[in-house]
């Protein structure tokens, strides 16, 4: 099975006390590089969410590295090229995706291209504007 994580997934992977976190680092521990993946944006996003947390959950720089150390040796990376962000774009923009969801939309473009049979979120309700084929993915953790 080709699981694809989002990024609401893998930012409670790395903290304990998150609501989610079980549920989350069971799911994330089940899986390798053969059989799951993520948009290489979400590198970019789980840097920028852990290293401006509210306060004590902050963390440095270094240590968000680290985990995104973790990502990189657990799942794969799926990036969009040119041509394939640009499609992206256009097909969000045909389904009505506007404002801060286009980034979802830019993920489960990136879920579509390596094939992935689930697409694990916390927020299946931002994905499901993404289209039919999208939504027929969608699970939580």
Not at 25 to 39: G, M, N, V, W, Y
Not at 79 to 108: F, K, N, P, Q
Not at 122 to 130: K, L, T
Request: hydrophobic letters at 50%; one cysteine or more; aromatic letters at 10%.
């Amino acid at each position: 099975m080709k699981a694809f994580f989002d990024t609401s997934v893998l930012v409670a992977v790395f903290y304990g006390d998150h609501i989610r976190h079980e549920a989350s680092l069971r799911l994330f521990i089940q899986f390798d590089k053969r059989e799951s993946c993520c948009a290489a944006h979400s590198l970019a996003e789980l840097y920028a969410t852990l290293t401006r947390m509210p306060g004590r959950h902050r963390i440095s720089a270094e240590q968000a590295m680290l985990f995104i150390g973790d990502v990189r040796e657990r799942l794969a990376l799926v990036a969009l090229d040119a041509e394939e962000y640009a499609g992206a774009l256009a097909t969000a923009a045909r389904l009505g995706v506007v404002g801060g969801a286009i980034y979802d939309a830019l993920l489960a473009a990136c879920a579509l291209k390596a094939q992935a049979e689930a697409i694990y979120t916390w927020n299946a309700r931002h994905y499901a504007r993404c289209g039919p084929n999208v939504a027929a993915l969608l699970r939580a953790p």
